[in-house]
């Protein structure tokens, strides 16, 4: 049976904001975070009537905000009409149900409302069933949480209640669903690696960066295409890839995806472990940051973090920083010297006025042109062709021949490597082996 994708209705829902400062963060912070779950609510097409903030040194156990506080909101939901509480923050189990009760509104959390734009974006089967798997990961999550908190309360085995009943029933539903929609997604998978392996040839570029940094765009300024860019978050979701020949005739492949953001659990962002497979296995990463956004630093730190969660964080990655258009000149000059600090050999563009884009082509020239890779190749004499090859464009760091082969540890440029990379595949000899 399948589950409803849960999404929020459409226009005439009313949201109040909630964020909370705690001795850990600072107002600034809690203020910045909040103008994000402002956008994301509006990408969310829910109207935004109140932001509230409260300050307390810690979130309170049972309604995150102290109990007072969750009263006042109640009054406020009426006051202005509004039929949902959004907090920037994720809650547990049983500070949503005791909100709702105090509240009598819909209460939502931060993942919840990234995952309702997912829904609202997910447009190819790949990603719709991502999106479920999320959702049902997410309502699993809480599921479990809740049965702790009543088994507490009520005893523990011996003394479940209906209510209880029923949850074991949901998990149990929810369970077989979630087995089949990941055997659905490895189905898919494996028809996108048999892709992705005929491709497996050209080097290719992945752009990752925070949702909203212009990726989609500097796509389209590169490659010349039409991907659906937005100022929205997540406009993007699934993974989209093009050619593209360099001015050095090289073909290269550039693919763009979805967006990272902060506080977001790493079991969503692993229900897109399939979106991110490309991602996984380009052999150079854009990063593109937004210049222009005050929590750059933070940013930037985030994509680095899901990066190593995903296993990404050792690849090869030009930082490029892109919307210089939106700085006053003086104020570009000196973010940029500081940043020249940080990361030496970054970019600085604008996808909107073109300025600088081109240099994005010649760092990617750059990078081929120096990228080699060190092998141990065992080929049989008779291959005359690829020993060739192999003599013509590469270094030979050590040989040995034998009676039926040659065996050789080379350091070749990484494209001639891809152009006959089947061959390498056939020939190639870990180290360890070698040993
Ligand atoms: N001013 C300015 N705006 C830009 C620039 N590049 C992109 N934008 C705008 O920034 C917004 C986001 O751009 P996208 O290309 O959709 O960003 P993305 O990184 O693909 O975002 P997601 O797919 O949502 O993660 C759009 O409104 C773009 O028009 C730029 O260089 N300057
Ligand atoms: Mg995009």
């Not at 509230?52 to 009054?75: C, D, L, M, N, V």
């Not at 509104?105 to 798997?133: G, P």
């Not at 892709?195 to 490659?223: H, P, Q």
């Not at 890779?373 to 005359?384: F, G, H, L, R």
Request: include cysteine; hydrophobic fraction near 35%.
């Amino acid at each position: 049976m399948e589950l409803p994708i849960h999404k929020i209705e459409q226009k005439q829902d009313r949201a109040i904001l909630v964020g909370l400062q705690t001795d850990e963060r600072s107002l600034y912070d809690v203020e910045e975070s909040l103008w994000e779950l402002e956008h994301l609510t509006r990408t969310a097409q829910v109207e935004v009537v109140q932001i509230e903030t409260q300050h307390r040194p810690t979130p309170h156990p049972a309604y995150f905000i102290g109990s007072g506080k969750a009263k006042e909101i109640a009054k406020f939901a009426k006051q202005r009409d509004a039929n949902i509480i959004i907090f920037d923050d994720n809650l547990t189990p049983s500070q949503d149900r005791n909100l709702s009760k105090v509240t009598k509104r819909r209460i939502i959390d931060r993942s919840q409302l990234i995952l309702d734009i997912f829904a609202q974006h997910a447009q190819t089967r790949q990603s719709k069933l991502q999106v479920e798997l999320a959702q049902l990961q997410y309502n699993l999550s809480r599921l479990k949480g809740q049965w702790t908190h009543l088994s507490r309360i009520e005893g523990g085995i011996g003394l479940r209640g209906p209510g209880e009943k029923q949850l074991e029933i949901d998990r149990r539903r929810i369970n077989d669903r979630i087995a089949h929609l990941k055997s659905k997604l490895e189905e898919i998978e494996r028809s996108n690696e048999t892709e992705r392996k005929s491709r497996k040839d050209i080097f290719s570029v992945s752009l990752v960066g925070y949702t909203n940094a212009g990726k989609s765009t500097i796509l389209n300024r590169i490659t010349s295409s039409n991907q659906y860019t937005a100022n929205q978050l997540f406009a993007t979701l699934e993974t989209t890839t093009r050619a593209k020949t360099l001015s050095t005739n090289d073909r290269i492949i550039i693919s763009d995806t979805i967006g990272f953001i902060r506080k977001i659990p790493p079991y969503l962002i692993a229900s897109f472990h399939a979106t991110l497979q490309e991602v996984i296995e380009a052999d150079l990463l854009l990063h593109i940051i937004d210049i222009s956004h005050p929590k750059l630093y933070e940013y930037i730190d985030t994509v680095f973090h899901t990066l190593k969660d995903i296993g990404a964080e050792n690849k090869k990655m030009i930082m490029v920083f892109n919307k210089i258009d939106r700085l006053p000149r003086n104020k570009f000059l000196f973010i940029k010297k500081q940043l020249r600090l940080d990361y030496p050999d970054s970019l600085f563009v604008s996808a909107k006025t073109c300025e600088n884009i081109n240099d994005i082509e010649i760092a990617v020239i750059d990078v081929l042109s120096r990228s080699k890779k060190e092998v141990i190749v065992n080929i049989p004499n008779n291959d005359q062709k690829f020993i060739s090859y192999i003599f013509d464009n590469s270094e030979i760091l050590n040989k040995r021949y034998n009676n039926e082969f040659v065996r050789m540890k080379i350091r070749i440029p990484l494209i001639f490597y891809k152009k006959q990379i089947k061959n390498f595949l056939r020939y190639q000899i870990r180290s360890k082996k070698f040993k």
